[in-house]
């Protein structure tokens, strides 16, 4: 530390910590300065003040520099200023409250947590800043000009989410960002493109805005979709070929602790039919009635809008019943979240090893960060020791439309034990759901191997294809 104050021309004066501070008093050993408004040397002294400044810290402690700063009579004539504070250039700016190594740091940890992380991280390393201080940096830092770029990506980026959008263009070759535009409009990014002539390739998503803007900014560049947004393409005809597929629920014991949000069914009792379930029965047959009145108006109208019309319903049902090659079945509600949902397993794991007093396992667990009640620990303990002597039982569940997803789209190195047996349950069940998982995981195939010359026969077999979303 004191070699950087001697590399400055700075003599620590005075040291003195605490354990919470190291405060130093320094001073420059220079006889003069330079009028920093005309240039002219003065060592004609004024007077003198203090500055206080953050600095790096030290020891695990802050560090605050109390800089005695010198004033001068500057002895130019035709200078303005009759009296000029000395500066020393790398050391702070003018009215600063840190030094510029200091702030080089806050701007480094703003550019890569933000402002609200970053003051945090801040916080932790002794050098208390706000969020505002961080992206203040953020806005102060120089950025060297883009220069000729060559192969771009654009997309949204939101003043306002769900108000106002502007426009982002990075460089993809160096994997940073060169421009940021204030619209989301094809003018806009045309008027860019047109001053930037060096542009070859365009990377965007399945935006016309940023098409438009591309094809009449740079009519020569090549248009291409980059894999994150092919990747989101397959994830979404995922869920859309999935919704009109009839697939069976699947096993769960009931002690598993698959967190899976969706709504369970239970096994019906041989003896007879209960009211929860003849009421499920009333609505999928009224579900099943509105499906065949859709598809018998639809062939004798051909309109989407007159079937809406006849019907009461709204065009988008008409739509996804009509996609369906069979009845759609209600989307799962999701499962309640409990506060005690990321213990459950310490607790199952703590019963099976002999401890099963509840007020125990509380103390346990609230030393782990648990904040909620006694009672759900003690009601979570009483469904465990009236499960302990019987077996456990099975809940079938229907899985939601994000997590088939995830079994149709994601490689299958990448699924546990348990989705396996699922997706295999899934496959077996439906010829349909055989033939979009081969062109899911084909199609998954061609962009991580990047196998381009396998696209075009992708395509021609999913023209081909029973399933009418593909």
Same mark, same amino acid.
């Given at each position: 530390?004191?070699?950087?104050?001697?590399?400055?021309?700075?003599?620590?004066?005075?040291?003195?910590?605490?354990?919470?501070?190291?405060?130093?008093?320094?001073?420059?050993?220079?006889?003069?300065?330079?009028?920093?408004?005309?240039?002219?040397?003065?060592?004609?002294? $004024?007077?003198?003040?203090?500055?206080?400044?953050?600095?790096?810290?030290?020891?695990?402690?802050?560090?605050?520099?109390?800089?005695?700063?010198?004033?001068?009579?500057?002895?130019?004539?035709?200078?303005?200023?009759?009296?000029?504070?000395?500066?020393?250039?790398?050391?702070?700016?003018?009215?600063?409250?840190?030094?510029?190594?200091?702030?080089?740091?806050?701007?480094?940890?703003?550019?890569?947590?933000?402002?609200?992380?970053?003051?945090?991280?801040?916080?932790?390393?002794?050098?208390?800043?706000?969020?505002?201080?961080?992206?203040?940096?953020?806005?102060?830092?120089?950025?060297?000009?883009?220069?000729?770029?060559?192969?771009?990506?654009?997309?949204?980026?939101?003043?306002?989410?769900? $108000?106002?959008?502007?426009?982002?263009?990075?460089?993809?070759?160096?994997?940073?960002?060169?421009?940021?535009?204030?619209?989301?409009?094809?003018?806009?990014?045309?008027?860019?493109?047109?001053?930037?002539?060096?542009?070859?390739?365009?990377?965007?998503?399945?935006?016309?805005?940023?098409?438009?803007?591309?094809?009449?900014?740079?009519?020569?560049?090549?248009?291409?979709?980059?894999?994150?947004?092919?990747?989101?393409?397959?994830?979404?005809?995922?869920?859309?070929?999935?919704?009109?597929?009839?697939?069976?629920?699947?096993?769960?014991?009931?002690?598993?602790?698959?967190?899976?949000?969706?709504?369970?069914?239970?096994?019906?009792?041989?003896?007879?039919?209960?009211?929860?379930?003849?009421?499920?029965?009333?609505?999928?047959?009224?579900?099943?009635?509105?499906?065949?009145?859709?598809?018998?108006?639809?062939?004798?109208?051909?309109?989407?809008?007159?079937?809406?019309?006849?019907?009461?319903?709204?065009?988008?049902?008409?739509?996804?019943?009509?996609?369906?090659?069979?009845?759609?079945?209600?989307?799962?509600?999701?499962?309640?979240?409990?506060?005690?949902?990321?213990?459950?397993?310490?607790?199952?794991?703590?019963?099976?090893?002999?401890?099963?007093?509840?007020?125990?396992?509380?103390?346990?667990?609230?030393?782990?960060?648990?904040?909620?009640?006694?009672?759900?620990?003690?009601?979570?303990?009483?469904?465990?020791?009236?499960?302990?002597?019987?077996?456990?039982?099975?809940?079938?569940?229907?899985?939601?439309?994000?997590?088939?997803?995830?079994?149709?789209?994601?490689?299958?190195?990448?699924?546990?034990?348990?989705?396996?047996?699922?997706?295999?349950?899934?496959?077996?069940?439906?010829?349909?759901?055989?033939?979009?998982?081969?062109?899911?995981?084909?199609?998954?195939?061609?962009?991580?191997?990047?196998?381009?010359?396998?696209?075009?026969?992708?395509?021609?077999?999913?023209?081909?294809?029973?399933?009418?979303?593909?």
């Amino acid at each position: 530390m004191w070699r950087f104050f001697r590399r400055l021309g700075l003599v620590v004066k005075q040291a003195r910590s605490d354990p919470a501070e190291i405060i130093l008093v320094v001073e420059s050993s220079a006889l003069g300065a330079v009028c920093p408004f005309c240039g002219h040397f003065s060592d004609c002294r $004024h007077s003198q003040y203090v500055r206080r400044l953050l600095d790096l810290p030290a020891d695990s402690r802050k560090v605050v520099v109390h800089w005695r700063i010198r004033k001068f009579r500057c002895i130019n004539p035709n200078c303005r200023h009759r009296v000029f504070a000395e500066r020393i250039p790398g050391f702070a700016r003018p009215h600063a409250r840190r030094t510029e190594r200091l702030d080089q740091l806050l701007t480094r940890i703003g550019v890569f947590l933000g402002g609200e992380a970053g003051a945090r991280l801040a916080r932790d390393l002794h050098t208390p800043v706000s969020p505002d201080t961080i992206l203040r940096l953020l806005y102060r830092m120089e950025i060297s000009p883009c220069g000729n770029v060559r192969v771009i990506g654009v997309d949204e980026w939101a003043w306002r989410k769900g $108000h106002r959008y502007g426009t982002i263009v990075c460089d993809l070759e160096t994997g940073r960002p060169v421009e940021i535009l204030p619209e989301a409009r094809a003018e806009v990014l045309a008027n860019w493109l047109r001053e930037h002539s060096s542009v070859t390739i365009v990377s965007r998503d399945r935006s016309g805005t940023f098409a438009d803007g591309a094809k009449a900014g740079a009519p020569n560049a090549i248009q291409v979709a980059d894999r994150w947004h092919l990747f989101k393409n397959l994830g979404d005809l995922a869920e859309r070929v999935v919704s009109t597929l009839s697939l069976p629920p699947v096993p769960v014991e009931e002690d598993s602790q698959q967190a899976l949000p969706v709504a369970e069914t239970r096994q019906t009792k041989p003896a007879g039919e209960n009211r929860k379930d003849a009421r499920k029965r009333q609505s999928q047959q009224r579900r099943q009635e509105r499906y065949d009145a859709i598809h018998a108006l639809y062939a004798k109208t051909r309109s989407i809008h007159a079937v809406a019309r006849e019907l009461g319903v709204c065009r988008h049902t008409v739509r996804k019943y009509l996609r369906a090659s069979e009845c759609p079945q209600p989307k799962p509600r999701a499962k309640r979240k409990s506060i005690l949902d990321p213990y459950r397993d310490y607790l199952i794991r703590r019963w099976s090893e002999g401890c099963q007093n509840a007020a125990a396992l509380y103390r346990e667990i609230t030393e782990l960060g648990y904040t909620g009640s006694q009672t759900l620990v003690k009601d979570f303990v009483a469904t465990l020791r009236r499960r302990s002597h019987v077996e456990p039982l099975v809940r079938y569940r229907r899985l939601p439309a994000a997590k088939l997803r995830k079994l149709f789209t994601q490689p299958p190195e990448k699924l546990n034990e348990t989705e396996h047996q699922w997706l295999e349950l899934l496959l077996n069940a439906s010829d349909a759901a055989r033939e979009a998982y081969s062109f899911f995981q084909e199609f998954r195939a061609l962009l991580t191997n990047r196998q381009a010359d396998g696209l075009l026969a992708w395509l021609e077999r999913a023209g081909r294809s029973s399933l009418e979303p593909i």
